[in-house]
């Protein structure tokens, strides 16, 4: 049974063939969304390139929440249905997950994944959860649960980008305010994104009475971790202190003792500094009474930009059970 295993994010949709739930060696592609009309336009790109006219069924990761029938992406304007799906991949099923439900479901292949340890020496103490969660275009989390019972285990999805963003401090109550003008309010993916990014920026050099000289997230992020620009690495800082605490917050609610696993692009432009800078793992561990619990969590940087598509194919593994 060949199938097509598929992330749809907002700026980049990766795709690679499955073949009875192992994603192919060398079948992962990547395509800028920006360059097609629709996602069917993607599928039917990679498909031709790969010389597949069909495949018998397809796994769909998408940043929403999804239905049964498809669904509308959060930032971008596509709309994904199992018929268009299904009529472009000539496939007879289509299944639609989260794509963070589907780095939930890679989290029970992590030995397969190229991963980063944050904090060396720090193994699991007993079995548990594992939480992945992670900046790229939104922010978004969720937990791979073990069974106590003998069964699957399971994943647990939600919608973390949309809590409200903790802060502390008057600085960062200043920050509160430029995020949630003309919102009402300041979300967690307001902060942590590549656009949150540079709305941090923008934020420190209206505080430093300077203005902005860079135009891009991407931008703050390189010259943050090159140390090359004050505004953009104060503006790093900020990013990976928020990014710290979010991520203790979620690793309360959860308990992952098997790890937890930070993913998306902007968090990995970070990864020197989130390695050799303690702002995050302090921020992390900050937490009052529970600062000494917190170090029982093991936390790792995932590397691999295909960690969704192996999560699609560990879904349709246990889905064809």
């Given amino acids: 049974m060949l199938a097509l295993a598929c992330d749809i994010g907002g700026t980049n949709t990766r795709l690679g063939l499955v073949r009875d739930g192992i994603l192919l060696p060398g079948s992962a592609g990547s395509y800028a969304n920006d360059h097609f009309e629709?996602?069917?336009?993607?599928?039917?790109?990679?498909?031709?390139?790969?010389?597949?006219?069909?495949?018998?069924?397809?796994?769909?990761?998408?940043?929403?929440?999804?239905?049964?029938?498809?669904?509308?992406?959060?930032?971008?304007?596509?709309?994904?249905?199992?018929?268009?799906?299904?009529?472009?991949?000539?496939?007879?099923?289509?299944?639609?997950?989260?794509?963070?439900?589907?780095?939930?479901?890679?989290?029970?292949?992590?030995?397969?994944?190229?991963?980063?340890?944050?904090?060396?020496g720090r193994a699991p103490r007993q079995p548990g959860p594992r939480l992945v969660l992670g900046a790229g275009t939104g922010f978004n989390?969720?937990?791979?649960?073990?069974?106590?019972?003998?069964?699957?285990?399971?994943?647990?999805?939600?919608?973390?980008?949309?809590?409200?963003?903790?802060?502390?401090?008057?600085?960062?109550?200043?920050?509160?305010?430029?995020?949630?003008a003309g919102r009402g309010r300041a979300s967690v993916e307001r902060a942590l994104s590549g656009r949150g990014l540079f709305e941090i920026y923008q934020w420190q050099c209206a505080e430093a009475g300077r203005a902005p000289c860079v135009a891009t997230a991407a931008e703050v992020s390189r010259l943050a971790v090159a140390r090359a620009d004050r505004d953009c690495e104060q503006a790093g800082h900020?990013?990976?202190?928020?990014?710290?605490?979010?991520?203790?917050?979620?690793?309360?609610?959860?308990?992952?003792?098997?790890?937890?696993?930070?993913?998306?692009?902007?968090?990995?432009?970070?990864?020197?500094?989130?390695?050799?800078?303690?702002?995050?793992?302090d921020a992390f561990r900050a937490k009052g009474r529970q600062t000494d619990f917190m170090e029982r969590f093991p936390v790792h940087l995932l590397l691999d930009d295909r960690t969704a598509l192996q999560g699609c194919a560990e879904w349709l593994r246990l889905s064809s059970g």
Avoid at 50 to 67: F, H, K, Y
Avoid at 142 to 167: D, I, K, N, Q, Y
Avoid at 240 to 259: E, K, N
């Fill in 141 to 180: 989390a969720s937990a791979w649960c073990p069974s106590r019972f003998g069964g699957a285990p399971h994943v647990v999805a939600a919608e973390c980008g949309h809590m409200t963003l903790p802060l502390a401090g008057a600085a960062e109550f200043s920050l509160q305010g430029a995020l949630s």
């Fill in 238 to 281: 900020t990013f990976m202190r928020l990014l710290g605490r979010v991520c203790g917050d979620l690793a309360l609610a959860y308990l992952p003792f098997s790890g937890v696993y930070l993913s998306g692009g902007v968090s990995r432009a970070f990864a020197g500094p989130l390695v050799q800078d303690p702002t995050f793992l």
């Fill in 38 to 120: 629709d996602f069917y336009a993607v599928a039917a790109t990679y498909l031709r390139g790969r010389g597949e006219n069909r495949v018998d069924s397809v796994c769909i990761a998408l940043a929403a929440v999804a239905t049964a029938e498809g669904a509308t992406l959060t930032n971008r304007d596509w709309t994904i249905r199992r018929d268009r799906v299904a009529e472009t991949c000539g496939a007879d099923r289509v299944d639609f997950i989260n794509d963070f439900e589907a780095l939930g479901y890679a989290m029970g292949q992590v030995e397969k994944l190229e991963t980063q340890c944050l904090t060396p």
